[in-house]
């Protein structure tokens, strides 16, 4: 298989970081744990498996976890120590829009919050096929006024996977927005975001074989029970198609071993090329949800750095710039 360098001219909007042999090593024993169930995991019978994952995300310490509900919308804050006061990340937790829940996420969200040195909430949004397109946009943007009314001035927006999706389609559509609330935003982080459900990305071909955990049927079956008939080519359905001009600062991480390596590639081409201040980070030999896996891989750790330093950049600056 190509390595992202050789697939594509490396621009100035995107860092290639190599694997380390340790990493591969690790690499190599997830491979065979998580082979045998590749494009497995399909509907509302894979949630109890889905969340099983991610409640083993390794817990970051000091991070106490609590439930509430912002906008209407129920969810868990993810409370480090020693946070600064006004500023929250709202989390977008991934899941196929099918699958995934807030009380899985905390620690992954937990980490996070802690690499910023912030508060995070993580809202259960509504989950397909009970509730289709468009409930979970709606439930996403009211958890974000609802933080906004809450008290915070400063809010920066991240996902992951299809979570990726809705915090990026809101990213986009509050560039637009006539809404003093919109000023509290200060940026985004999309982890392998979901970007296209039309699924035209050379990459479900190019990285068929070497991602472990998707295959094009199980995304296209998953995406249609959310979606329901809708338009895919809707920007809030796919945010590749949104209109990117006056988005805020955003940086997406990919692994260079996943079906949606496209997915990030062309959204942060698309963005960049409107304006925005937009960077992509692809991680040689990674696959889907690598972040999950901090403590055991470096690529993890150091990728959760890079994620807590711009957003404490971000918050650190005047809004909306």
């Not at 899941?95 to 969200?109: E, K, Y």
């Not at 009314?149 to 920066?156: E, I, L, N, Q, W």
């Not at 809030?236 to 996943?258: C, K, M, Q």
């Not at 997915?263 to 992509?280: C, P, Q, T, W």
Request: proline share 5%.
């Amino acid at each position: 298989m190509k390595t992202f360098q050789e697939d594509h001219n490396v621009a100035s909007w995107a860092t290639v970081h190599t694997v380390s042999t340790e990493d591969q090593i690790a690499m190599t024993a997830m491979r065979a744990a998580v082979g045998p169930n590749k494009g497995k995991l399909r509907g509302p019978a894979a949630r109890a498996p889905f969340d099983a994952i991610m409640e083993g995300v390794a817990a970051p310490a000091g991070v106490i976890y609590e439930a509430d509900q912002i906008g209407g919308v129920p969810g868990w804050w993810c409370r480090p120590n020693d946070v600064r006061p006004d500023q929250a990340v709202m989390h977008v937790h991934g899941g196929w829009f099918n699958f995934g829940s807030a009380q899985a996420f905390r620690h992954l969200v937990g980490h996070i919050a802690e690499s910023a040195r912030v508060v995070a909430f993580v809202p259960d949004y509504a989950l397909a096929p009970e509730r289709q397109y468009p409930a979970a946009v709606k439930d996403i943007r009211a958890t974000y006024f609802g933080l906004v009314d809450r008290g915070f001035s400063k809010v920066a927006i991240t996902g992951d996977s299809a979570g990726g999706n809705l915090a990026l389609g809101l990213l986009a559509h509050l560039a637009s927005e006539v809404d003093a609330r919109r000023d509290c935003l200060v940026g985004g982080v999309a982890l392998s975001p979901v970007t296209d459900l039309l699924f035209s990305g050379d990459s479900w071909s190019t990285r068929a074989e070497a991602d472990p955990l998707f295959i094009k049927p199980q995304a296209e079956g998953l995406a249609s029970a959310y979606l329901a008939g809708h338009d895919a080519l809707d920007p809030f359905a796919s945010p590749l198609y949104a209109r990117l001009e006056g988005l805020v600062p955003v940086r997406v991480h990919v692994g260079n071993d996943e079906v949606l390596l496209d997915d990030s590639v062309r959204f942060v081409e698309r963005a960049f090329a409107a304006g925005a201040d937009a960077r992509l980070d692809v991680w040689e030999g990674m696959i889907h949800g690598f972040l999950g896996s901090v403590g055991r891989l470096a690529a993890a750790t150091a990728a959760l750095r890079l994620i807590g330093e711009f957003l404490t950049d971000r918050f650190a600056k005047r809004q909306y710039l």
